[in-house]
């Protein structure tokens, strides 16, 4: 259940986002609002006041280090390749040896 102290008459989708379209917070009131401008100057009004309430009251702070790099993804072709090289390396290490 909506708490009405910090929810201001938002309506919510199943994703649990602010519905513009069915939130009448946001429905459009031409007597009051002549213009546009107007109308945003409004809502800009009512949401400043809405973020100060929900914003914390103390700095929030990142600590840690960020995830370590993932290593390449071999490929079948890279591996098979690699694999080739070593026994060419690998066979003319005894050929050149033998001279």
Same mark, same amino acid.
């Given at each position: 259940?909506? *708490?009405?102290? !910090?929810?201001?008459?938002?309506?919510?989708? %199943? &994703?649990?986002?602010? *519905?513009?379209?069915? @939130?009448?917070?946001?429905?459009? *009131?031409? %007597?009051?609002? !002549?213009?546009?401008?107007?109308?945003?100057?409004?809502? !800009?009004?009512?949401? +400043?006041?809405?973020?100060?309430? &929900?914003?914390?009251?103390?700095?929030? +702070?990142?600590?840690?280090?960020?995830? #370590? $790099? @993932? =290593?390449?993804? @071999? $490929?079948? #072709? +890279? @591996?098979?390749?690699?694999? =080739?090289?070593?026994? !060419?390396?690998?066979?003319?290490?005894? =050929?050149?040896?033998?001279?």
């Amino acid at each position: 259940m909506a *708490d009405p102290k !910090v929810d201001h008459g938002f309506a919510y989708n %199943e &994703q649990g986002e602010i *519905d513009i379209f069915l @939130s009448p917070f946001y429905e459009l *009131d031409w %007597e009051y609002n !002549v213009t546009v401008e107007r109308y945003v100057n409004r809502i !800009v009004y009512c949401l +400043t006041g809405t973020i100060e309430l &929900q914003r914390p009251r103390t700095l929030w +702070t990142l600590i840690g280090r960020p995830p #370590a $790099s @993932s =290593t390449p993804a @071999s $490929s079948p #072709a +890279t @591996s098979l390749l690699g694999i =080739t090289c070593l026994i !060419v390396a690998s066979l003319s290490v005894p =050929t050149i040896l033998l001279r």
